[in-house]
């Protein structure tokens, strides 16, 4: 998405577009700032993670610029330059909302159910100058998951989701460019961030519990779809079309 922004950014420039209208579309308005040598400012988004980034913005890709900030070396310049590109945030920055969120993030049972969708059919026809069109709808048995126990036509398969977290390390490859090395899933970052001391700003996932994988949805990703009843299966619709 970032790439995308300063892509799109990039052709308003070049299509001659008045740069208020590049700035506003991107990271906002320039911030006064009587700081001298290199360093970053603190950023907050409004799920209060926090970056530092050396930018001089009011705001940044969904971060707010606060007051604090950093002094930074050159070689922590590279750094933050790429955890800047890549949207990576430092653990120990966000110790509290990460913990925050994994004491939220409990794990949770989903119940399969089965829903009926009438799939149309079309059936041409012909009169003379008259052509015309009928639908036959054809009943389709598709699937999904809800947390409902309660959810009609359930199937009686049950899964426990449980949420799971990745941090990662950075080190330099042989050609000296930064590389992200992704840690062990955990259910607890914290206690290993000495070691993988970064997280991307989507840094856990859930999983079925009993296969490993990540949870899917299976036909639809919205577990409130109400079935269709039997007695609407006899529906058919009906269009003319006549040629002058």
């Not at 398969?157 to 950075?170: A, G, N, P």
């Not at 062990?184 to 997280?199: A, L, R, V």
Request: aromatic share 14%; proline share 3%; charged share 30%.
């Amino acid at each position: 998405m970032k790439n995308l922004k300063l892509n799109f950014k990039k052709f308003l420039a070049l299509g001659g577009v008045a740069l208020v209208l590049v700035t506003s579309a991107g990271c906002g308005k320039k911030a006064d700032c009587d700081i001298q040598g290199y360093h970053a400012h603190k950023y907050i988004n409004d799920k209060e993670y926090v970056r530092y980034i050396d930018k001089e913005y009011l705001s940044y890709e969904g971060y707010d610029r606060q007051d604090s900030y950093i002094e930074l070396s050159q070689s922590d310049g590279e750094l933050y330059k790429f955890l800047d590109k890549r949207n990576i945030l430092r653990i120990e920055d966000n110790v509290k909302t990460i913990q925050k969120t994994q004491e939220r993030n409990q794990d949770y049972i989903e119940y399969r159910y089965a829903y009926t969708y009438l799939m149309p059919i079309p059936i041409f026809h012909s009169t003379g100058k008259t052509h015309y069109v009928t639908y036959m709808f054809v009943p389709q048995t598709h699937y999904s998951w809800t947390s409902d126990p309660e959810h009609s036509r359930l199937t009686g398969e049950t899964r426990l989701c449980h949420y799971e977290y990745t941090s990662y390390k950075i080190e330099k490859d042989e050609n000296g460019k930064y590389v992200l090395i992704p840690g062990p899933e955990k259910q607890d970052i914290i206690s290993t961030m000495n070691e993988y001391p970064y997280i991307l700003e989507d840094y856990y996932q859930v999983i079925n519990l009993e296969n490993g994988l990540e949870v899917d949805y299976e036909d639809m990703e919205n577990d409130d779809v109400e079935h269709i009843q039997e007695e609407e299966q006899e529906k058919s619709l009906t269009k003319e079309k006549k040629n002058n």
